[in-house]
DNA sequence: ATGGAGACTTAGAATGGCATGG
DNA sequence: CCATGCCATTCTAAGTCTCCAT
């Protein structure tokens, strides 16, 4: 499957054989790696007892607490300023969850979470976070350098010939649960994990990793079919999580490549899947007008699939496939558009999708008929789901599922948004204004947002009030009656600056709830933007940071000028 | 077909560290 | 020189999609 994708990029117009480590060892299906090695994950400290002057409270009275008790009284203890603490969800799964933990006595005498005083421990916490910020150089050096000794010991694995770094080699700590948006099981008791609730994965004839003293593993296994190093299930959801490598590492980045590679391939034949669809939309079966409408809306809208969830296990969120009549408002007329469909519902970590979308008329009627006598509460697509939406996508083109189109549709954007926003003849500020604006038009396209920064407010009256004042100044300057020869430059000046403000706060107040780096990360093909990179002489790194540059090292390795997507 | 386990990508918030300008 | 704000990094939740058992 991967030398497919190899070979279509050496046979790919203009292209150079720049490609190296990028095409040495190809392995058999399904087969990741041929060695693999490394020291097991890092796991957090062992919880250590508060001192005695630091008390906990119920009722008025001082408890001394059990050791498993009084951990899980710091956590909640330690989230008091977080608005989570105030919810009643989190505080009665909090409260049934740390009962779980208490001996038998604590257990009758806390009954009332009301009742509960965490203030000296509050404190505490907030006391040693504050000494840390005021730890002096030397101690910010020392824990530093051991930092750096954790990384070197932990961070790294081989695989194969080469030394990769781990993406995440901790444990994740214990603590309490604080899902996205309205989440049913937030404040439960995200558990401890013991070595011996891991697997360990590593080659045979690796070193294998020791347990911490005193502690096995759960199980070690020797599975190159996979790419994970060690994994273990969490108790929220019952679902696994992994220690897998960063996303610099040479199987991450062909990954990545391979994912483009189809996104590029949808290039070559969407159109026809395109008319497919809206042949589509006039079939006899129902569940086939389903589909084109929701492909519609993926292609058009870049919605994701929209897998079913479990009720109660998560929150209540939504993608295409998983839509409800009560997400979607028709209007026949609106704002001087015609067939307009108002969507309304909460997708991915719960971020609101607000759209008005004028759409064809085929489109508006099926909709029209699928709402038919239903409730608000009813999938508004009754007969699809993301299985039928991804089969039917592979048999139009190999690789090709829901998720494809946000790809290609990000990338193909980005693309034309540079060719159109961007001039050879621009400064380079104003080039990199340019590639922030295509990248924008991309993060709005797939609906990339993000809380606007606590000291947003504050941070555009700063600059809102630079601008008053220049503009007060420029004001009095031009109202002065007498002409003063050597105030004309100073007056030329400082328009242009008021300008340039003027310029940033629209940015900036553009920017507030808009993510970019999302789709730079996930969504753009980095070739685009090397080739943009290049043809403007711009230096890649205006664009990406080290990391990112890492990341991206196969697509900065083989892209010349002439890129197209 | 259906559902659940498993593996992997995508996501925004929190945190950390460093540059910048008053 | 230090506070402050910004950017990069870390964290881990929340998706997508495949596979396999029934």
Not at 156 to 181: A, M, Q, S, T
Not at 271 to 286: A, N, T, V
Request: positive net charge; contains cysteine; glycine residues 4%.
């Amino acid at each position: 499957k991967y030398s497919s994708v190899i070979q279509l990029q050496k046979n790919q117009r203009g292209q150079r054989r720049r490609l190296r480590r990028w095409e040495e060892e190809k392995y058999e299906d399904g087969v990741k790696w041929r060695f693999l090695e490394h020291k097991g994950p890092y796991f957090p400290p062992e919880y250590q007892p508060l001192p005695d002057n630091v008390q906990f409270y119920y009722n008025g009275k001082a408890v001394k607490l059990s050791l498993a008790a009084e951990e899980v009284a710091v956590f909640f203890a330690q989230m008091l300023d977080h608005e989570y603490t105030t919810k009643k969800v989190f505080r009665e799964n909090f409260f049934k969850d740390w009962r779980k933990e208490m001996t038998h006595d604590e257990r009758s005498l806390i009954k009332d979470l009301d009742k509960c005083d965490f203030g000296e421990i509050h404190a505490m916490h907030k006391a040693k976070v504050e000494a840390r910020k005021n730890m002096s150089k030397e101690e910010k050096l020392a824990l530093k350098e051991a930092n750096q000794k954790i990384i070197d010991e932990f961070g790294y694995c081989l695989l194969d010939h080469h030394k990769e770094r781990i993406g995440n080699f901790k444990i994740e700590p214990p603590g309490l649960f604080r899902g996205r948006g309205e989440h049913p099981k937030q404040g439960m008791l995200k558990k401890r994990i013991q070595p011996e609730d891991v697997i360990i994965n590593c080659s045979k004839n690796s070193c294998i990793p020791a347990a911490p003293p005193g502690h096995h593993w759960k199980e070690i296994r020797c599975d190159n079919t996979v790419t994970w190093l060690a994994s273990w299930t969490e108790n929220i959801q019952g679902s696994i999580k992994y220690i897998m490598l960063n996303a610099n590492s040479k199987l991450k980045g062909e990954k990545d490549w391979e994912k483009y590679e189809i996104a590029r391939k949808l290039k070559s034949c969407v159109e026809g899947i395109r008319s497919q669809y809206h042949q589509d939309l006039k079939s006899k079966q129902m569940g086939t007008r389903q589909r084109a409408v929701a492909l519609y809306f993926i292609d058009k809208l870049a919605l994701r699939a929209g897998n079913e969830k479990e009720e109660g296990e998560t929150a209540d969120t939504v993608g295409c496939c998983s839509l409800r009549v009560e997400h979607i408002t028709l209007h026949e007329q609106l704002d001087g558009n015609e067939c307009v469909v108002e969507f309304d519902f909460l997708g991915k970590d719960s971020i609101r999708y607000y759209n008005k979308v004028p759409v064809i008329r085929k489109v508006f009627k099926n909709l029209k008929l699928f709402m038919e006598n239903k409730e608000p509460g009813d999938d508004m697509f009754d007969r699809l789901n993301t299985n039928m939406l991804n089969k039917h996508l592979s048999s139009l083109m190999m690789g090709l599922t829901a998720k494809v189109f946000r790809t290609y549709n990000a990338s193909i954007t980005l693309q034309q948004q540079l060719r159109e926003l961007s001039n050879k003849s621009e400064n380079q500020a104003e080039k990199l204004l340019s590639y922030n604006r295509a990248n924008r038009a991309v993060a709005i396209l797939c609906n990339h947002q993000r809380a606007p920064p606590k000291t947003f407010e504050q941070s555009m009256a700063t600059l809102q009030a630079k601008i008053d004042a220049r503009k007060e100044q420029l004001a009095l300057a031009k109202s002065d009656r007498v002409y003063i020869p050597r105030k004309k430059n100073a007056v030329q000046r400082s328009e242009e600056q008021l300008l340039k403000l003027e310029v940033q706060a629209t940015d900036r107040e553009e920017n507030k709830q808009i993510a970019l780096g999302t789709s730079k990360l996930n969504y753009l093909d980095p070739r685009i933007s090397v080739a943009w990179c290049k043809n403007m002489e711009v230096p890649l790194e205006k664009i990406y940071n080290k990391s990112q540059r890492d990341k991206f090292a196969w697509a900065i390795d083989m892209t010349e000028a002439d890129f197209e997507f």
